[in-house]
């Protein structure tokens, strides 16, 4: 299985079935979790290294548990095993309603990637915080912080 991700970012489209994708009071980012009857459109990243899977779990962080799940090309010609990040709590009072990737790009993915990077240069640190205190340390009593309802 090593080399292939599911993820909301690049490379092949898949679905993942029996899975939904919420959005989180308080956070830019959405998180995914079991429903059945549902599905998650997505992609798949191929030829992911030992050391990049590693940089995503640090960036996942403890919010996130790397699952290993079976994801259907959406073409339909292809079934793939692959990992993805599921939300920890499925039952998190803070998750609601269906989370928008083209609301993200237009509101929320410049900020992000802003911090992001923060985060990357953090890691080359000694002592760095962690994806979530970076995340929250990043958008604390800014202009840039997420109202969500």
């Known amino acids: ?10 490379m092949i489209c898949c679905v993942v079935l029996c899975s ?10 959405p998180a995914i979790v079991p429903a059945e009857d549902k599905k998650v459109t997505g992609k ?5 290294t030992p050391p990049e899977l590693h940089i995503l779990d640090e960036f996942e962080d403890v919010e996130y548990e790397r699952a290993s799940i079976n994801v259907f ?5 292809e079934k793939l095993e692959a990992y993805t990040y599921v939300w920890e709590n499925k ?5 609601y309603g269906e989370w928008d990737f ?3 790009k237009l509101l929320h993915m410049a900020d992000f990637l802003k911090m992001t990077r923060a985060f990357i240069e953090e890691m080359e640190l000694p002592d760095s915080k962690t994806r979530v205190a970076t995340y929250e340390s990043y ?7 997420p109202s969500h309802p």
Not at 1 to 10: I, L, R, T, W
Not at 20 to 29: D, E, L, M, T, W
Not at 73 to 77: N, W
């Open 1 to 10: 299985m090593e080399g292939y991700f599911a993820s909301y970012n690049v």
């Open 20 to 29: 939904q994708r919420f959005s989180i009071k308080g956070r830019v980012y």
């Open 44 to 48: 798949v990243l191929l030829g992911i």
């Open 73 to 77: 090309l959406k073409d339909g010609t």
């Open 91 to 95: 039952t998190d009072p803070d998750l």
């Open 102 to 104: 083209e609301e993200w």
């Open 139 to 145: 958008y604390k009593g800014t202009d840039n912080n």
